[in-house]
């Protein structure tokens, strides 16, 4: 079929079909994922934290705390959501790309003494300036590509979230083909490369039509399964790597098989596109028919009427408000809230209390996995596994929390705070595991994490975009991010971070030792992290009863047709 299109247009029917995938909105929504899949350099920090504490002579509470600055960073986005209010996402991504050349750079200069020693104060703003060049990059593609496929949000902000979550692994494979096991090079990687991919694709992430297609399901599902693959050989690397020495040239090799297998999802792309390419030129060539097909196919809307009642005309208006005003007398769920009306009201406190302690107890857990593998004598090749497991996970966590509530929420009306509800239960068990320091249980305490952690943000991100709409989500969307870090401060800096530096001057005391300045503490044995987690387990928990209410006060409106306005708008554009 394919064959006969290009014979008889030759040259400009090619011309044609490319300028339809490049300026299509499925290529958009593939440049989104390249872009993600370079953006999680968050998550990593278990792998280069290491280098920062033993070249800087650290302790544990001063690395804890520029991990803490790492996480506000990576999570306070209100200025890249306010931007992208006013500007388009080009603006937003640029902005990103700077930020996280800077931040990196400067990191990699000061730890290969390139730079003199900087302060912690300088230390913690390098980290927290390219940590938030992330919010940059999620809000400029997500926000996106969520107003651009309303009706699969759940799913799009599934796949979107897991790409930066397998974005670690990705990275690593990269990393070490193209530096082999030199860590403090991994910094420099990360400064570069996400800045690289997003530069190239600046323009094509951009806000489009919202068109309604029969089977955008089915495309989504081709995506996923090649992303499932992706996911897969990437596991199946890591249990190799860690099992066998794998020289450079081999590396090399599986990094290419990766670049082959993420960039595979172009067939669907291109299929999907040059469907699209036909159904216009068969309307170019059979307008009448083709006409009669799509009005019997979709059906022309009543047209909508004028508010004529004084109720409607206070919806009305109230539809029209600006961000600030009437900040305590907020619509109907599900319409459109202004940034105060959503700040004060009860769905987004619970929300952001859950979020808190929920989230914030396994980013402490992430952000604690090299150091807590090094207390319970794990091997370094073995912590290496566990961080790359974590991104294995969080992506499959991420992905399975998007297509899983979706289809739940359409066939069964099951709730997405119930289901955040149970995946903050599952999160208890690997902080159980951690706490005492099972044998060998490191392993699937750090695939219960990384999949807790990143089931939840595809649903406290679809929660947020359901309850409060879509008007304003560019900043609401980064409100409901900015909460993590404070749970972060409190669980890690506080709490594990004193606990486990007062561990490490007991040990030192028992063998007649005094620290030296500029000496990093060591904590070694099962004691380091017990408190801390059974403390962090104790708070997930608190969580989970507190969203319990969320999903009581939500009931009705989930079992209500959430979807039914987008509907009724693609129609009316059609």
Not at 161 to 183: E, M, N, P
Not at 232 to 261: K, T
Not at 417 to 440: D, E, K, R, Y
Not at 497 to 526: F, N
Request: net charge positive; glycine share 8%.
């Amino acid at each position: 079929m394919a064959a006969g299109e290009f014979n008889s247009g030759g040259w400009r029917a090619m011309r044609s079909l490319t300028f339809q995938v490049l300026t299509g909105r499925w290529f958009m929504l593939f440049a989104s994922f390249l872009i993600m899949s370079m953006s999680g350099a968050t998550y990593m920090f278990g792998l280069y934290s290491g280098d920062i504490k033993s070249s800087l002579g650290y302790d544990q509470t001063t690395l804890n705390l520029i991990g803490f600055f790492k996480d506000v960073g990576a999570n306070i986005g209100i200025l890249s959501g306010l931007i992208n209010e006013i500007t388009p996402p080009w603006v937003v991504l640029l902005i990103g790309v700077i930020m996280n050349f800077f931040g990196y750079f400067m990191i990699w200069l000061a730890i290969t003494g390139r730079t003199a020693k900087p302060h912690v104060w300088q230390m913690c703003l390098y980290i927290c300036i390219g940590a938030n060049s992330q919010t940059f990059s999620n809000t400029g593609v997500l926000i996106t590509c969520v107003k651009n496929f309303p009706e699969s949000r759940g799913i799009v902000i599934g796949l979107l979230k897991g790409f930066v979550g397998l974005s670690g692994a990705i990275i690593t494979q990269l990393y070490r083909a193209f530096y082999g096991s030199d860590s403090k090079s991994l910094i420099l990687l990360i400064g570069w490369l996400p800045a690289a991919v997003s530069c190239i694709f600046l323009r094509t992430v951009r806000l489009m039509k919202v068109v309604r297609q029969e089977n955008e399901l089915k495309i989504f599902y081709g995506l996923l399964y090649v992303s499932l693959s992706l996911a897969g050989f990437i596991m199946i690397l890591i249990i190799l790597q860690n099992r066998f020495h794998f020289p450079r040239v081999a590396y090399a090799g599986s990094a290419s098989f990766v670049l082959i297998l993420l960039f595979s999802q172009l067939a669907v792309i291109i299929k999907e596109e040059f469907n699209v390419w036909k159904s216009k030129r068969q309307e170019l060539k059979d307008p009448v028919q083709f006409k009669v097909v799509s009005q019997l196919l979709n059906p022309p809307p009543v047209e909508e009427t004028q508010p004529s009642t004084t109720s409607d005309l206070v919806k009305h208006q109230k539809r029209a408000d600006s961000w600030w005003s009437n900040p305590f007398n907020p619509p109907e769920r599900g319409e459109d809230y202004n940034i105060l009306q959503a700040i004060f009201s009860i769905d987004m406190i619970i929300l952001f209390t859950v979020t808190t302690f929920g989230v914030g107890g396994t980013l402490t857990a992430m952000d604690n996995l090299g150091q807590i593998g090094k207390s319970l004598g794990y091997p370094s090749k073995s912590i290496t596994t566990f961080v790359s497991l974590v991104s294995i996970w969080n992506y499959l966590g991420k992905v399975a929390s998007g297509f899983a509530s979706e289809i739940f929420l359409e066939k069964y009306k099951f709730p997405r705070p119930l289901m955040l509800t149970l995946v903050l239960l599952l999160s208890c068990t690997g902080h159980l595991l951690i706490a005492f320091g099972v044998p060998n249980s490191l392993y699937l305490s750090s695939v219960i994490i990384g999949f807790c952690f990143g089931a939840q943000w595809p649903l406290i991100f679809a929660i947020i975009s359901e309850l409060f709409g879509l008007k304003y989500y560019s900043t609401l969307y980064t409100l409901g991010g900015g909460a993590s870090p404070l749970g972060d401060y409190i669980l890690n800096v506080k709490i594990t971070g004193y606990l486990y530096d007062k561990e490490a001057m007991k040990q030192m005391a028992a063998k007649g030792l005094v620290r030296k300045e500029g000496q990093d503490l060591t904590c070694i044995g099962v004691e380091c992290y017990k408190l801390a987690f059974l403390i962090i387990m104790a708070a997930t928990l608190v969580a989970c009863v507190i969203s319990v209410i969320l999903v009581l006060r939500t009931r009705k409106f989930y079992k209500s047709d959430i979807y039914k306005k987008f509907r009724e708008q693609a129609n009316r554009q059609e």
